[in-house]
């Protein structure tokens, strides 16, 4: 009896771990999985203050690594992480969004879900993965204002643009009937007055802006920001 005892409990333990490793293997495999992990490196060693401006989203944000000297006065809190999509950010926003209890959250996303392999992906389709992320956040921060700053024309993904227009056009009219919401338009100050694309704005990549592009979004952003 003693002997199948220990056996069923080497079995039990046997499998807890297995399963413990295995649960653990799956989320190292989840996309940007290390990326929040740093960011909750950064947390353990000092956490954010609460009540400061969240930015949230895609590499737009990622790279704008001193976006606080644009907006002094301010506190801001930047987690843009990688190439992200909508669904990635709603994976993990209870890990960077939910803890910091912002006053203000802003969210740039969509571009790349519209950019990824799957080329069935619509502007309506970013308007549902929107409202999944919106519904998400409002559950557990209902008073936080929400801003969501449109899809950008980027020059190399000038194929995406109709795309682009229809979902930055969907999510304004959602917004539009929600409450301590605001739609920043970006898209249509990012050309010429002879309707070319401002291709100065962005790196050699054409796909990510350098200072003279985060210099437009600064003024756009600034106004609707809360003190």
Known sequence: MKKKMIHKIYKVLLTTICCYFFYNDIKAQAPFYNDIQNFKKLDSARFPPKHAILFVGSSSFTKWTDVEDYFPGYSIINRGFGGSSLPDVIRYNNDIIIPYHPKQIVIYC??????????????????????????????????????????????????????????????????????????????????????????????????????????????????????
Do not use: C
Not at 146 to 155: E, G, L, N, W
């Open 110 to 227: 969509g571009e790349n879900d519209l950019a990824g392999t799957d080329t069935t992906v619509s502007g309506k389709i970013i308007l549902q993965r929107f409202k999944q992320l919106f519904v998400l956040i409002r559950k557990q921060l209902p008073a936080v204002p929400i801003a969501y700053v449109s899809m950008k024309p980027s020059p190399g993904r000038e194929k995406l643009w109709p795309k682009m227009i229809a979902g930055n056009s969907l999510v304004k009219k959602y917004l539009g009937k929600q409450k301590k919401t605001v739609f920043i338009d970006v898209y249509h100050k990012m050309f010429n007055e002879n309707g070319t694309v401002m291709k100065d704005i962005f790196i050699e990549d054409n796909l990510h802006m350098n200072a003279k592009g985060y210099a437009i979004w600064q003024k756009l952003i600034a106004p609707y920001l809360l003190k």
